[in-house]
């Protein structure tokens, strides 16, 4: 089988893990764009939202009311890494650090002392999972099975309700903080109440990611957020630096970081396909999100250069 065979036949499951990693991502975009925080809490709370989701579909609860308690399950760690940094004037980073150090015994209690739970789509009605996601069957089979156009319509309501949000005076005054924490109080906000509403809303978006992921490989486990900032943020980074100019609009920018999770996995899934030991996978995550970042800088560089080269010829 050819490369450009294998990569087409591996492509609708890296556009689906992108999508659901996409909502990940945007929940970071939150924190590491808008508030300007440093959030490590989402290593913890996507393995949480997976956690409390398949924990409760296990016990017969309606898989979209699990998605609901995941999502607050979220918010909830979000309201801790809040709490220590605003309260207990602890920096940021190390807040989160605490909280996603805590959720790890969290999330094992959650999962009845086991690092692993199953959850079959054979024997639950799940809404997401990764064996139909080659289904290309009539139009009514394919809404209910194929995990893609399901995906898509998560991903399109994440980003509407957050556009309007982000557009009410609350969402402005979040905004605010971030961009500037000294004028935003000035102004009468306050910024940390702010700040513990942002680690929320990024934390539940996170745990609603975990919570759709598990659902899609049909297992929870305990270290299955492991790396997850790296990722939310290598999608952030490639969706700004390929859309970024294009892109100015700010539900367009959510958007971009969506799309960013998906060229994350199709570039992942050829390096892959080229024979990558899986092994190297942390590696390989490592590098891409290394060269992203570098892009704006190498371009800028080359852009001064010129700019004196052209300076001094006018000289």
């Keep these: 089988m050819s490369f450009l065979t294998s990569l087409l036949n591996a492509l609708p499951g890296a556009v689906a893990q992108g999508l659901i990693w996409g909502i990940m991502a ?57 709490l220590f940094h605003t309260k207990c004037g602890i920096p940021a980073i190390l807040a989160g650090i605490l909280t996603q150090l805590s959720l790890y015994s969290v999330n094992l209690r959650i999962m009845e002392s086991k690092a692993n739970q199953a ?37 399109a309501a994440v980003i509407a309700l957050l556009y309007w949000f982000f557009g009410t005076e609350k969402g402005c005054s979040i905004r605010a903080t971030g961009a500037n924490q000294n004028m935003a109080r000035a102004q009468g906000i306050n910024t940390s109440a702010n700040v513990v509403l942002g680690l929320m809303l990024s934390n539940g978006l996170v745990a ?12 929870s486990d305990v270290q299955m957020g492991r790396g997850a900032i790296v990722i939310g ?10 859309f970024g100019k294009l892109f100015i609009n700010f539900g ?49 560089k080359a852009f001064h250069g010129k700019a004196q080269k052209g300076g001094a010829h006018h000289a």
């Excluded at 942390?282 to 371009?299: D, E, H, N, R, S």
């Design 119 to 155: 959850v079959s789509v054979d024997k639950y009605d799940l809404l997401v999972s990764q064996r139909y996601v080659r289904t290309f069957s009539p139009v009514g089979e394919l809404l209910t099975k194929n995990p893609l156009p399901l995906l898509l319509l998560f991903t």
């Design 208 to 219: 609603l990611s975990g919570a759709l992921l598990a659902q899609y490989q049909g297992s």
């Design 252 to 300: 367009l920018r959510l958007f971009a970081v969506s799309i960013g999770a998906i060229l994350y996995y199709i570039v992942l899934q050829a390096a892959l396909q080229l024979g990558l030991n899986t092994n190297d996978l942390k590696l390989v995550t490592a590098l891409i999100v290394a060269v992203f970042l570098a892009i704006p800088y190498w371009k800028g």
């Design 26 to 82: 945007i929940g970071v975009y939150i924190t590491y764009r808008i508030l300007d925080v440093a959030d490590l809490t989402v290593d913890g709370s996507l393995a949480t939202g997976g956690a409390v989701c398949v924990m409760l579909i296990r016990a017969d609860v309606n898989p979209w009311l699990a998605l609901l308690c995941a999502m607050l399950a979220g918010m909830l760690a979000g309201l801790v890494t809040g």
């Design 233 to 242: 943020l290598a999608a952030v980074i490639i969706g700004e630096v390929v």
